[in-house]
Nanobody, 127 residues
Framework: QVQLVESGGGLVQAGNSLRLSCAASGRTFSIYVMGWFRQHPGKEREFVAAILANSQGGGGTSYADSVKGRFTISRDNTKNTVDLQMNSLKPEDTAVYFC?????????????????WGQGTQVTVSS
């Protein structure tokens, strides 16, 4: 089993930045892909970004079009953490953000393809 714990959510004004962090524990050697998803009230969970285990120099990453150029995902395999740096935040970025991990070797955007989930952290962007 793998446990994921997110931190770093909060309230921020539009245009500002926020950094989310996710710490993984347990059978972390089985994880190939770590990702971030978000869920707006009353809507389905949607893909935000993902990163491969062997990502180097910014490669091995994937982003949703809505966050491309504003969000950056990074990973520290020595600490078993994955971060999401969110810049130029917009009110529509307001959501609960979830960290996820999958044991398959390919980046997937479908939530059903991920094996482990964190409890979620609220991000609220005021206009």
């Amino acid at each position: 089993q793998v446990q994921l714990v997110e931190s770093g959510g909060g309230l921020v004004q539009a245009g500002n930045s926020l950094r989310l962090s996710c710490a993984a524990s347990g059978r972390t050697f089985s994880i190939y892909v770590m990702g971030w998803f978000r869920q707006h009230p009353g809507k389905e969970r949607e893909f935000v970004a993902a990163i491969l285990a062997n990502s180097q120099g910014g490669g091995g990453t994937s982003y949703a079009d809505s966050v491309k150029g504003r969000f950056t995902i990074s990973r520290d395999n020595t600490k078993n953490t994955v971060d999401l740096q969110m810049n130029s935040l917009k009110p529509e970025d307001t959501a609960v953000y979830f960290c996820a991990a999958r044991t398959g070797p390919i980046v997937e955007v479908r939530p059903s393809r991920y094996d482990y989930w964190g409890q979620g952290t609220q991000v609220t962007v005021s206009s």
